[in-house]
C-alpha cells in the first residue's frame, strides 16, 4: 500500500522553499554564498530533508546551482552578463513576435488575452515571494505562446537556452507597481499588435519591452552591489 506524505511534512517543504526562496530574492544569501543545509535546517527550524528539497527545487528554478564536493550556492550575473542575455532575448523574442503576428490562431490571442489579464491582476503586496512566483509564471506562458506562435522549434529552443530565470525572479522581486505596470503595458501593446496582425509593430514592442528589462535590471544589480559594497 502506498502511504501519501503526511501533511506536516508537505507544509515544511513549502515554507523551507517559500523562505529560501525569499531570502535569495532579498539578498539576505548574497550571489555566490554557500547554502548549508545543517545550518539552514537550523534557522528555518526544520529538519534537513525539506531543506534539501527546497534546494533541489530552487535548482531548477535556477535560483541555485549544486555542484559536487561544494554543495549549493546562490547563482550570481554580473552586468555584462544581463546585457548579452537580454540583447539576446530581444533579437529573438522580437523576431518571434513578428512572425507570431501572421500565425497567431484565435486561441492563441485568447489564452494571450487571459494572460495578460491574469497578470495585471496580480499586486506588490507583502507576500512578495508567492507574487513574484506567479508573476514569474504568468509571464514565461506569455512569452512562451507567442514564441510557439511563431511557428519555430528551433527559435524555441534557442531562447529557451537563453532566457535566465532567475535574472527574472529578481525583476519581478525588484519591481515597484510603477515597474510591474509598465511591464503590463507592454504586454497590452504586444497583444495588441498581434491582434492586428502587425509584425513589424508586434517586434518593435516585443524588443523594447525586453530591453526596458534590461535597463532595469541593470540598474536594479548596480544598486545591490553598491549596497553591498557600504555593508562591507
Not at 506524505?5 to 517559500?18: C, F, N, S, W
Not at 554580473?78 to 512572425?99: F, K, N, P, Q, T
Not at 534557442?158 to 504586454?187: C, G, M, N
Request: proline fraction near 3%.
Amino acid at each position: 500500500m502506498v502511504r501519501r506524505p503526511a501533511r506536516g511534512g508537505e507544509r515544511g517543504r513549502t515554507t523551507a522553499l517559500e523562505r529560501l526562496r525569499a531570502m535569495i530574492l532579498t539578498g539576505e544569501y548574497r550571489p555566490d554564498e554557500r547554502l548549508v543545509e545543517e545550518q539552514l535546517a537550523e534557522r528555518l527550524g526544520v529538519s534537513r530533508t525539506p531543506v534539501r528539497q527546497a534546494l533541489t527545487m530552487l535548482e531548477a528554478e535556477g535560483l541555485v546551482e549544486i555542484a559536487p564536493n561544494r554543495g549549493a550556492v546562490v547563482c550570481s550575473f554580473s552586468a555584462e552578463d544581463v546585457w548579452d542575455i537580454y540583447d539576446l532575448r530581444a533579437e529573438l523574442e522580437g523576431y518571434a513576435a513578428r512572425r507570431a503576428a501572421s500565425r497567431v490562431t484565435v486561441e492563441d490571442l485568447a489564452l494571450l488575452a487571459g494572460l495578460v489579464a491574469e497578470q495585471e491582476e496580480i499586486g506588490t503586496g507583502p507576500e512578495r515571494s508567492e507574487e513574484v512566483r506567479r508573476l514569474v509564471a504568468v509571464n514565461q506562458r506569455f512569452h512562451g505562446r507567442i514564441v510557439e506562435a511563431s511557428g519555430n522549434r528551433r527559435l524555441a529552443r534557442l531562447i529557451q537556452r537563453t532566457v535566465q530565470v532567475p535574472l527574472v525572479f529578481k525583476a519581478f522581486y525588484w519591481y515597484t507597481p510603477k515597474e510591474k505596470a509598465v511591464s503590463d503595458h507592454y504586454h497590452r501593446q504586444i497583444l495588441r499588435a498581434l491582434e492586428q496582425g502587425d509584425g513589424l509593430r508586434a517586434e518593435i514592442v516585443m524588443r523594447e519591452h525586453v530591453y526596458e528589462g534590461r535597463d532595469f535590471v541593470i540598474k536594479a544589480l548596480e544598486e545591490d552591489g553598491k549596497s553591498r559594497e557600504e555593508q562591507a
